[in-house]
């Protein structure tokens, strides 16, 4: 059931990291652990989705509790967002997940993305700025939807496949359990974990003591 008390507070009940360096990436990591191995589900309500959205800076705190709101009174309808949001989630990791592994990424993945895309195109319209000259993209339902964060997420993945060089350096971490993605854009291509902080420091305590050991 969504929370909404749970979603008025200041604090999410959820810290999520963003380190992927694309928007369509950090979604991707909204999973824990390895996909296939431990994987730890972190958007279990629409709640959830909700607050990683807010996180991501896809809502504001004002937009985020409208839509805990409106997802309390149509439950069935955020449960089915949420559903579409994690198939989406799915087939864009599983895309990029096969390009970091230079392999070609599944047809039916490529087609779920651009049913997705299809849908938020739809609803983009250009209008004036408001307050500032020169125009801007808006969403044609002021935003409100409950599947209208399905639309960056899905351009996020479609312009980073279709930016030759970035998409080339979509790279999936070295940790024994972590399966994120991230683009590597350190100087020589080297980088091996998604955040040194975490995966790498660990990795570094685990040579450490395999070498004392020895």
């Excluded at 009174?73 to 949001?85: E, G, M, N, P």
Aim: glycine share 8%; proline share 3%; net charge positive.
């Amino acid at each position: 059931m969504v929370n909404v008390a749970a979603m008025n507070k200041a604090t999410p009940a959820k810290k999520f990291q963003f380190v992927g360096g694309e928007l369509c990436l950090d979604f991707c990591n909204s999973v824990g652990g390895k996909r296939g191995v431990i994987a730890r589900e972190h958007l279990h309500t629409y709640a959830d989705f909700i607050s990683w959205c807010h996180q991501a800076g896809l809502l504001d705190k004002r937009q985020a509790r409208a839509m805990a709101r409106k997802a309390a009174r149509r439950k069935q309808a955020a449960d089915t967002a949420l559903r579409r949001a994690l198939g989406l989630r799915e087939a864009i990791y599983r895309i990029f997940l096969a390009l970091a592994e230079e392999q070609e990424p599944q047809a039916a993945d490529l087609t779920h993305l651009n049913s997705e895309l299809a849908a938020a195109l739809g609803r983009l319209r250009v209008a004036p700025r408001s307050g500032a000259p020169g125009f801007a993209w808006e969403w044609a339902d002021g935003g409100s939807a409950l599947d209208q964060p399905l639309g960056p997420i899905a351009r996020s993945a479609a312009g980073l496949l279709t930016c030759g060089e970035a998409v080339e350096q979509v790279r999936q971490c070295r940790g024994d359990n972590c399966g994120w993605l991230f683009i590597d854009a350190s100087k020589n291509h080297s980088r091996r974990w998604c955040d040194m902080r975490d995966c790498g420091n660990r990795a570094k305590i685990r040579r450490f003591r395999l070498k004392r050991r020895r």
